[in-house]
């Protein structure tokens, strides 16, 4: 069977299942055995790239979560500024008041 190891901790699989599971919870990216670099020893190429792809989404997404957030804010900031101005007492009942008194002039 094929042991597969995780490239940012001890952690070490016997199957692919046990693998995935690790990566899911802890965003880790793991890789087979043979391609890992040896212990005290450099990283391979394929962890490097693996590492950068990793960086990279985790990157994006928060940007993406970021931007989702700035625009939900900016949408409730809008609803409540309409529903202000629908109210009675809202900016609409003023100018409301402020053309009668001009149409009374």
Known sequence: MTTYVCTACPFQAEGLEDLQRHSQETGHVGICKSEAAPTGGKLSKLT??????????????????????????KWQGAEDEIAYLKSPSGAGHNLKNQDKGRDKE
């Open 48 to 73: 490097k790239r693996l590492l950068v792809a990793q960086r990279v989404t985790v990157t994006a997404l928060g940007a993406s979560i970021w931007a989702c957030t700035y625009l939900y804010a």
